[in-house]
């Protein structure tokens, strides 16, 4: 059974730092376009980075040079190092994949189950 399985969340004070892993589980074959998403109370989940399996990457506006998003194929890993954090950042944090191949099946929009990120002093 393949499972996306999010940690590296934290409380950290602003300014500070956390790095975010997401690793999937199983007997996975390949991994396509992976995803970083947040919702925050009372809002909606939002996009924070994405990485497709060749490397190329795309950023909110709000996050751009401040995170980054990297993958390592060979562990079906991906990860978020987030510099320079604000309050404005706490979130559940989700890693989201587009498309998972394992043996039998192809999973497709498969989620994280989240991992909570509080900044404040």
């Known amino acids: 059974q393949v499972q996306l399985v999010e940690s590296g969340g934290g409380l950290v004070q602003p300014g500070g730092s956390l790095r975010l892993s997401c690793a999937a589980s199983?007997?996975?074959?390949?991994?396509?376009?992976m995803t970083w998403h947040r919702q925050a109370p009372g809002k909606q989940r939002e996009l924070v980075a994405a990485?497709?399996?060749?490397?190329?990457?795309n950023y909110a506006d709000s996050v751009k040079g401040r995170f980054t998003i990297s993958r390592d194929n060979r562990k079906n890993t991906v990860y978020l190092q987030m510099n320079s954090l604000k309050p404005e950042d706490t979130a559940v944090y989700y890693c989201?994949?587009?498309?998972?191949?394992?043996?039998?099946?192809?999973?497709?929009?498969?989620w994280g189950q989240g991992t909570q990120v509080t900044v404040s002093s």
């Open positions: 989201k994949a587009d498309r998972i191949a394992t043996v039998t099946e192809a999973l497709y929009d498969f």
């Open positions: 199983g007997v996975v074959f390949s991994i396509d376009t």
């Open positions: 990485i497709t399996r060749g490397g190329t990457t």
